[in-house]
């Protein structure tokens, strides 16, 4: 009962992290199944990515209703995250579980010194918005650009998406360290949306959370078919799950860019 209980809690708390960050929360509920839990590291990642399915599920309905992801980018990138999925879960059942959790470790230091690394450069003046002029040091508007560049199938209203090719690559291996991490995908996909395509934070986070319930599903499937899975400790931890994504993805707009990056 107990441990129920916390495993409700603890599925909460992923919940509102993975939502507001769009990470699917396994970044947490794997060391929580696997420390907390003592359960197997490959249990552990199955049960993650089924609760990576429930974060997207409830995150990604507010999302699209506020408009603020990004649907045709996350149609393209989520094609190359599925077919690294399937690839990952496969190799899942090969890989040592001691080489596993080196990758788990090895993919937490890459998020912290990338994500960090752009914190340090925060101070730096903003980028112009496309169709919007910079004021000059008069402070009077400057005169209009003779030319602007249209703008793509990809692109915001307010910014261009840049490097698509690298980032389908980038997105191809975040669908196979999602199924074999059950990391949901978002802890990559994330930092190369914003970081490498130049899509803003918000909406990369809201993108993010789109695609890392299909990538998630594809290599559930499998975990499933190999008897991955035990439902005694899915259900209570999706159940947590899902109620702390929908909270976090209601209060996602009322967060300021530079805390979720923190």
């Not at 008069?138 to 005169?143: D, E, L, Y």
């Not at 259900?235 to 994504?245: E, I, M, Q, R, W």
């Not at 209601?250 to 979720?260: E, G, N, Q, T, Y």
């Amino acid at each position: 009962m107990i441990a129920g209980i916390v495993m409700v809690a603890g599925g909460a708390a992923a919940g509102v992290f993975g939502s507001l960050l769009g990470l699917g929360g396994g970044i947490l509920i794997v060391p929580l199944l696997t420390l907390g839990f003592g359960r197997p590291l490959r249990e552990a990642v199955a049960i993650s990515l089924v609760c990576v399915i429930v974060t997207s599920s409830a995150a990604a309905g507010a999302y699209l209703r506020g408009r603020v992801a990004n649907l045709r980018l996350g149609t393209v990138l989520a094609l190359f995250t599925t077919t690294g999925a399937l690839a990952g879960a496969l190799l899942a059942f090969v890989v040592p579980e001691r080489a596993l959790a080196g990758l788990f470790a090895a993919l937490l230091v890459y998020v912290a010194f990338s994500m960090g690394r752009a914190g340090l450069g925060s101070g730096r003046a903003p980028a112009t918005p496309v169709g919007r002029a910079a004021s000059n040091s008069s402070g009077s508007p400057p005169a209009p650009e003779p030319a602007t560049e249209p703008a793509g199938p990809l692109d915001g209203p307010d910014y261009r998406v840049r490097r698509v090719g690298p980032g389908g690559v980038a997105s191809l291996g975040a669908g196979v360290m999602a199924a074999l991490l059950g990391v949901g995908g978002g802890v990559i996909n994330v930092p190369t949306m914003h970081l490498l395509m130049g899509v803003p934070l918000r909406v990369a986070t809201a993108t993010s959370n789109l695609m890392i319930g299909v990538t998630a599903v594809g290599s559930a499937i499998i975990y499933l078919l190999r008897g991955g899975i035990d439902p005694y400790i899915a259900g209570p931890t999706a159940l947590g799950v899902f109620v702390g994504a929908s909270v976090g993805a209601r209060i996602a707009h009322r967060v300021d860019a530079r805390l979720l990056r923190l």
